[in-house]
């Protein structure tokens, strides 16, 4: 099992940034992927960000936060974080940190991103 807590959400102006954290309660080398989703109200959860926690960790990103975000894994301390840049009114939302470990989905409590225009 894997326990995720994320941290950093809340509430800036169009155009300015955030740092999104995700700590995992195991070595991240040891879960497949580990990954960003977001649910706006009264819409589906999407995928942001994914990124390989073994060897070679490749990314993956949705079309509308390319560019503007970026996904990266500090190994030390067993953490994935998400920097959001140039941020849009349309990416407020909740975001959700996502490990897949064992062919398991597990998920973070979700931390809210409000961006005003």
Not at 72 to 99: F, G, H
């Amino acid at each position: 099992q894997v326990q995720l807590v994320e941290s950093g959400g809340g509430l800036v102006q169009a155009g300015g940034s955030l740092r999104l954290s995700c700590a995992a309660s195991k070595n991240i080398n040891s879960i497949t992927y580990m990954g960003w989703f977001r649910q706006a109200p009264g819409k589906q959860r999407d995928l942001v960000a994914t990124i390989g926690t073994g060897t070679g960790g490749s990314t993956n990103y949705a079309e509308s936060v390319k560019g503007r975000f970026t996904i990266s894994r500090d190994n030390a301390k067993d953490t994935v974080i998400l920097q959001m840049n140039s941020l849009k009114p349309e990416d407020t939302a909740v975001y959700y940190c996502n490990a897949n470990y064992w062919y398991q989905n597990y998920w973070g409590q979700g931390t809210q991103v409000t961006v005003s225009s």
